[in-house]
């Protein structure tokens, strides 16, 4: 990238996309929280609480990288799976979730 000039901000985001339904079962799924159900919901539903406007489809994507020949990044579930079972497990384990989440 130095080399060719192509200096910049870049946004970089996993490969693939998903909703907020999605990433909510891969963290449940490999959270292994059993007792944890979710349900998918409209936009709408979070309107009051949340009141910030929502596009109807949002992706965050590495095109600027992808335009230059760059696919740095692994799927979205694979890293999330990743960074859930590495960093969030030892750091916020079941013992230390009960009371704090």
Known sequence: MIATRDFGL???AGEGYCSRYDV???MVEVLGLKE??????KSD???KQFFAPRPAFE???SRKLHDKGFRLMRQWDEALEDYLK???V???GKEKRRGNL
């Open 10 to 12: 870049y946004n970089m």
């Open 45 to 47: 539903f979070f309107k």
């Open 36 to 41: 944890v159900k979710v349900k998918p919901v």
């Open 24 to 26: 909510a079962k891969k």
């Open 86 to 88: 590495t960093y969030f």
């Open 90 to 92: 030892k750091n916020y």
């Open 59 to 61: 992706v965050v994507e």
